[in-house]
């Protein structure tokens, strides 16, 4: 059995939210609503907006 753990990320993560997601988006572009060039060009000012946002 696998253990998977969900829990909201906090500010100090806000990097690795945003590398993770870039990753993503490199991996499977098709599976997003954005592009990694369009991602990638934003501040951090837009990250920390979408940590805001929840889920």
């Known amino acids: ?5 969900v829990r909201r990320v ?4 806000l990097n690795a939210l ?3 997601r870039l990753h993503a988006l490199a991996a ?4 997003f609503g954005s592009t ?6 934003e501040p951090m000012e837009f990250w ?3 940590l805001a946002r929840g889920p």
């Open 36 to 41: 990694l060039d369009r991602e990638r060009a």
């Open 18 to 20: 945003r590398e993770a």
């Open 28 to 31: 499977d572009p098709d599976a």
């Open 48 to 50: 920390r907006a979408r």
């Open 10 to 13: 906090i500010d100090s993560e």
């Open 1 to 5: 059995m696998v253990l998977v753990l």
